[in-house]
């Protein structure tokens, strides 16, 4: 019994007609049942429900374990007689409806079942259940059941009456407010009596019960009024919930005393004593008929054994008026008033599965790590593990010291039934696990990439190795192999788990670390980002344009390789499903999306060899909205996508109005108002069977042909894969499903995806924020991720088996040798899908941008702005922006503008930066560019969005030199009316340079 809840118009502003001092805990009962609950019901309140703790959480079912080896002079009553009783318990706040969960007082009840022996709670005392009531806070708002009373009366009488108790009974409002905190779960908080208990005849006692395992849920959301209840569902669906039921003696009558329920009893001076553990199994607290069982229930303090009698006259009223307001709520609502003789049964519906696990997969499939230069011991963050995590705020991903933090791919292991399906996680706590991974680069000792050798421009291409004056028998000292590394246990990591013994001709080239994390995971870091030439030869030679992309003598430390683990469940070993880490380049604008992303690619490769489906529905969320949304989203990192796609552009796919006409469908027969608006953006993408080299299509961006042919070529530019054009014909057609809600917010951690659905996130989100298109190379991996043989089943690397050597290729590479049946597109060894990208990769990343065609547009089209930023908006403009003092044309001005996102390295007009030097510029301060990240915007503006992505620098951590180059680049300019310099060149000699490399 707590205080009454009196938002309710029937339980506030009343009349009490009894008087505490006369009869205290009849007058409580009046109030909680005659006043209180019958005003709920009487105003139409159906079913009925209890006076307190009403909001219900969910209702669980268990067992109560009694410590095996429990002292005998603990062995007292329910403690002695048996060693496990069925229980069923309720999870619930003391807030009425309509009212939101945060910082409720929360509480739980717990009928035992089988319990022998006469209740103290008569009609029924020879009921074979036991109850125990426990809530969140260890000592009550009052003493005794008179000033409860007191308390309750002045409540209802109204207001004043209230504040002025209150006032002056200051200890009390302490408490009330000490009630008020914020509970993430009610699975990870202390539980208490708050009343104390005899403990045989001499003792007495109070209950306690503390949380031994919790299972993983989702991040709290307290906006979320049930959030406790989704809280709950989720974690019990995760897995299995264990508490330690507690027993706190009294040693000190003085200062622990029996009917002074403020007054905490300390466990310094009496310690709580671990007498049995509450067991919730993993469960589905949603199953049919669960939670309307718990609702029927009545719990009451004195349904217990007389060993353990409530003591005090708070215990006292609670049985009068716990009693009177069961009778009441189960007589409105036709229920028996008698206790169940038997606890519902746990399986009265077949479980869905087995939890025998027979197997294991490691997840993701393929893992992103990603360079960066920060040495600091905690200088990395997790890889996403949902396609929608919270955004990247500003400086989330450098260290203290500007330096720019590595990302580890976090690999996961599933266990699966015979029936293939999801049992659950597995890590330390339930299996005995090995992790194994070995990263290997073999860039050097590979042939040089020139286009990709998969379309028909690379048919007469025939490219050397890479540093063709090695000889044979030299070419092994030209990858970078520190062998495999094992790691094993929670928060696992040092110099032993370091590939740090690699060499590039002798030179030692650390290639990065395994970790675990707190639950065992296995997490793989990849190197710091260094590159270099140990006989400094040249970055590229203008001589040989084919040098681009291929520094002979040069090494850097991107990797990959696979990972493996091996398991066992009591002692039975399992098989265990492999995986594939990959290192890339960092990831200079975390939260914009790639029009193409590499899980799109490989979804359409599976697809198209049969591996996976083609959806039999055309959902507009799933299938047609990322292929909008992303190119609005590209508005941060290109300035030709913010003109037209941007915050207030003509087709801002983040419009909710213009999103809700996309989606739109009518009824069957009904006039179709949007099918020519579906049609008319449809026509504007570049088709899936494009024939002529069309720059102006959507969605702008650069194909694998570029640069690769002086003819012109359709493949020049991105088109439409034929899945998604199949899919977006579909929905032009009025052949799809509205499932689009602006309400919905899609699940931001691991957690809050439901655990049959964890591992499809993890392969998902892995690569969800990789490119795919254009492979020229590419920015994570390239061309030959879209054939089918390179995989053993959907994402999922074939490897080749260990001792098994791969064929001898000559030292040429043409498109019949790699396209060959059991070829390099086939079985994979360490190193082998990172050998195929650039040399060092920050040449590329310094070259690979957009303002190519500055005669046509000096922004467009584009190579990868999703991870290799164009234009950006300064911060310095940034804070024009959102400075509402300043006339809104300037505001709106700068929202538009956009600085050169390499500006620091590219020179000025009067001293442009020759190529080479601008590729070692990018070798030496990779770092200090900038990271597209997220701001807080302006709320409720039609002109500014409320999120705002910025470039974020490296603050006072940029060196001097670069420091006012980006001062300058950054502040507010003139308009730029020479196409030459809005598209980002220092000068047209500038231009014609890079021209020859990307275009030779």
């Not at 709580?272 to 719990?299: C, K, M, S, W």
Request: net charge negative; charged share 20%; proline share 10%.
């Amino acid at each position: 019994m707590n205080k009454p809840t009196t938002s309710h118009p029937h339980a506030q502003s009343q009349p009490v007609p009894c008087q505490c001092e006369v009869d205290p805990i009849g007058c409580l009962k009046q109030m909680f049942v005659d006043m209180v609950q019958l005003g709920r019901i009487k105003a139409g309140q159906c079913p009925a429900k209890r006076p307190v703790f009403l909001r219900l959480h969910g209702v669980a079912h268990g067992r109560l374990e009694v410590v095996p080896d429990l002292l005998e002079d603990l062995r007292i009553g329910l403690f002695g007689q048996r060693m496990v009783y069925p229980a069923w318990v309720r999870y619930s706040s003391d807030i009425p409806d309509g009212v939101p969960d945060l910082k409720s007082t929360v509480g739980i009840g717990i009928k035992l079942f089988d319990v022998a022996g006469d209740k103290m709670l008569p009609p029924q005392v020879q009921a074979p259940t036991l109850d125990i009531l426990l809530q969140n806070m260890d000592v009550f708002f009052v003493n005794d059941a008179h000033d409860m009373c007191a308390f309750t009366r002045a409540s209802l009488t109204g207001a004043a009456a209230a504040d002025a108790w209150l006032k002056a009974h200051p200890e009390t409002q302490r408490i009330l407010d000490a009630m008020k905190k914020v509970v993430p779960s009610v699975l990870e908080t202390d539980l208490w009596s708050v009343i104390p208990f005899r403990f045989g005849e001499q003792r007495y006692c109070k209950y306690k019960l503390e949380p031994e395992l919790v299972p993983p849920g989702p991040v709290p959301d307290y906006d979320d009024p049930d959030y406790l209840r989704i809280d709950l569902e989720q974690r019990l669906n995760n897995g299995e919930a264990r508490f330690r039921f507690m027993v706190q003696l009294q040693t000190d009558p003085a200062t622990m005393p029996l009917d002074k329920a403020m007054v905490p009893w300390s466990e310094e001076a009496s310690p709580p004593i671990h007498v049995a553990t509450l067991i919730l199994p993993r469960q589905d607290i949603t199953a049919r008929g669960q939670a309307n069982y718990g609702e029927t229930l009545a719990f009451n303090p004195w349904r217990t054994l007389a060993v353990h009698e409530p003591v005090g006259s708070i215990a006292e009223a609670r049985k009068v008026v716990y009693r009177a307001s069961a009778e009441l709520r189960r007589d409105v609502n036709g229920e028996p008033l008698g206790e169940p003789i038997v606890p519902r049964p746990d399986t009265v519906w077949p479980a869905a599965k087995d939890t025998r696990v027979v197997r294991a997969a490691i997840y993701p499939g393929i893992g992103i790590a990603r360079v960066g230069n920060s040495k600091a011991p905690d200088g990395f963050y997790i890889g996403p593990e949902v396609t929608h995590p919270p955004l990247t705020l500003a400086g989330e991903t450098r260290d203290d010291t500007g330096a720019i933090m590595r990302q580890a791919a976090r690999f996961r292991l599933y266990g699966y039934n015979a029936a293939g399906e999801v049992v659950g996680e597995l890590t330390p706590d339930n299996a005995e696990i090995v992790w194994q991974a070995h990263l290997v680069n073999r860039k050097a000792q590979w042939f040089q990439f020139q286009v990709a050798m998969d379309i028909p421009e690379a048919a007469t291409v025939a490219v050397p190795l890479r540093n063709p004056h090695v000889g044979e028998a030299a070419r092994d000292a030209l990858a970078i192999d520190p062998g495999m590394r094992r790691i094993q246990g929670k928060s696992t990591s040092g110099a032993a788990y370091h590939f740090d013994t690699g060499t590039f001709q002798g030179v030692p080239v650390p290639l990065g670390e395994l970790r675990t994390d707190e639950h065992g995971h296995l997490l793989v870091l990849g190197g710091l980002g260094v590159s270099a030439s140990p006989e400094g030869m040249p970055i590229y030679d203008p001589a040989n344009p084919s040098s681009f992309n291929n520094a002979n003598g040069w090494y850097d430390d991107i990797s990959d390789g696979p990972v493996k683990a091996a398991v066992s469940i009591n002692g039975q070993a399992i098989p265990v499903d492999s995986a594939w880490a990959v290192v890339a380049p960092p990831n200079y604008a975390p939260d914009v999306i790639g029009w193409r992303t590499l899980y799109d690619l490989l979804v359409d490769t599976y697809v198209e060899c049969g591996w996976l489906p083609f959806p039999e529905v055309v959902s507009f969320t799933r299938d047609v909205l990322p292929a909008l949304q992303r190119l609005t989203n590209l508005q941060w990192v290109n300035k030709g996508f913010a003109a037209l796609f941007g915050r207030g552009g003509q087709f801002d796919f983040n419009d909710p109005t213009l999103i809700a006409k996309l989606a739109y469908k009518p009824a069957q027969g009904q006039s179709d108002p949007y099918a020519e608006l579906r049609q008319v953006i449809f026509n504007c993408f570049r088709p899936a069977s494009n024939t002529v080299d069309d720059v102006r299509l959507w969605p702008w961006l650069y194909g694998d042909a570029e640069g690769s042919s002086k003819k012109p070529t359709p493949r020049n530019n991105l088109a439409l894969s034929d899945v998604r054009s199949a899919l977006l014909q579909r929905w032009v057609r009025g052949d799809f499903v509205n499932d689009w809600s602006p309400d919905y917010s899609p699940p931001q951690t691991l957690a809050e995806v439901p655990l049959p659905d964890q591992p499809a996130m993890l392969d998902q989100a892995a690569l969800h924020f990789c490119l795919a298109d254009a492979f020229h190379p590419g920015c994570e991996l390239t061309w030959p991720m879209r054939h089918a043989s390179l995989y053993r089943a959907p994402f999922r690397i074939r490897e080749r088996p260990e001792g098994v050597a791969e064929p001898d290729y000559g030292t040429t590479l043409t498109q019949s040798i790699a396209l060959n049946p059991g070829g390099p597109l086939y079985a994979q060894g360490p190193g082998d899908l990172s050998r195929w990208m650039a040399l060092p990769w920050q040449g590329d990343t310094a070259f690979c941008r957009s303002g190519y065609d500055h005669e046509y547009d000096p922004y467009l089209p584009s190579f990868w702005p999703a991870r290799v930023p164009n234009q950006v908006l300064s911060d310095a403009d940034y804070r024009i922006v959102i400075n509402e003092a300043l006339p809104r044309e300037q505001r709106i001005a700068a929202f538009n503008r956009r600085a050169n996102w390499l500006r620091a390295l590219l020179g000025t007009p009067g001293n442009p930066t020759p190529a080479p030097q601008v590729m070692m510029l990018m070798v030496q301060h990779f770092a200090q560019l900038g990271i597209v990240e997220a701001r807080p915007g302006v709320e409720n503006d039609p002109d500014f969005p409320p999120v705002i992505f910025v470039e974020s620098l490296a603050g006072d951590k940029v060196p001097p030199l670069l420091q006012a180059v980006f001062a300058a680049a950054a502040a507010p300019a003139e308009h730029v009316q020479d196409t030459l310099s809005r598209a980002g060149w220092a000068s047209a000699e500038q231009l014609e340079e890079f021209l020859r490399i990307v275009r030779p």
